[in-house]
């Protein structure tokens, strides 16, 4: 796919970050999953650095215990380089979730047992000054080619861990798996959810974001507890 302005620069950690982020599906993609919680696209200091959803270094380190090599995207943007686990910038948006799921549940063994972290588009936009472009704000031909691409892959892996849940991070997340789901044919059809987006430019992110996902999670009944060979999760 091509891009023009104002994207001068685009990422694909699928590609440069391509160790981590195959670490992070063959430990905990395995099995059925009864929640899927998907983001819209990377950050430039979580998922562009280190090939994991919301994927803040030391979240991913030391928490899912993930580290490897990391390579550099073909056209770098000089204000936006890729160091992976080498970064020392942190993804806010990665340590709120991260540090969300850690708080309920302690270790990742016992989060992944139920739920999977997923991103709808797996690239990184940047406009020459470097700010981060969002996927629905690209232009229309070239937005409808990459949410063709991205709606497969949603329903691929729809069909591959089968949840009953799947949770927008957000209101665009939300919006996609509600086409796909509308649009695909599947085994079994998930109940559709949403939280809040952690990220600090929202200012309702700002105010006990934590305790407003456990909240929206009551409201809409999405599952909190752990599967029937865990412990119940803890309360925030």
């Not at 891009?3 to 950690?13: D, I, L």
């Not at 209101?171 to 086409?179: L, Y």
Request: glycine share 8%; proline share 10%.
């Amino acid at each position: 796919m091509r891009f023009s302005a104002p994207v001068t620069h685009v990422y694909n950690p699928l590609r440069y970050a391509r160790a981590p982020y195959a670490a992070y599906l063959e430990r905990y993609a395995r099995d059925g999953k009864r929640v899927i919680f998907l983001g819209m696209n990377p950050g430039p200091f979580g998922m562009a650095q280190t090939g994991v959803p919301f994927g803040e270094v030391s979240m991913v380190r030391d928490w899912l215990k993930i580290e490897a090599p990391v390579d550099k995207p073909r056209n770098e943007h000089p204000k936006r380089p890729i160091t992976g686990f080498a970064c020392t910038r942190s993804e806010v948006s990665g340590a709120r979730l991260w540090g969300l799921w850690r708080s309920l549940y302690e270790t990742p063994e016992r989060f992944f047992r139920a739920a999977f972290v997923a991103n709808y588009c797996p690239l990184v936009f940047m406009e020459a000054s470097g700010r981060n472009l969002t996927p629905d704000k690209l232009e229309r031909a070239e937005r409808a080619a990459l949410l063709a691409a991205c709606d497969e892959h949603l329903h691929q892996l729809l069909l591959t861990l089968e949840p009953e849940w799947i949770v927008g991070v957000g209101k665009f997340a939300e919006g996609r798996a509600q086409a796909v789901v509308s649009a695909h044919p599947l085994r079994r059809t998930p109940r559709l959810g949403s939280i809040p987006h952690p990220s600090p430019a929202s200012p309702a992110a700002n105010r006990n974001w934590a305790q407003s996902v456990v909240s929206a999670f009551e409201k809409q009944g999405v599952p909190l507890e752990l599967p029937r060979h865990g412990g119940p999760a803890r309360s925030v």
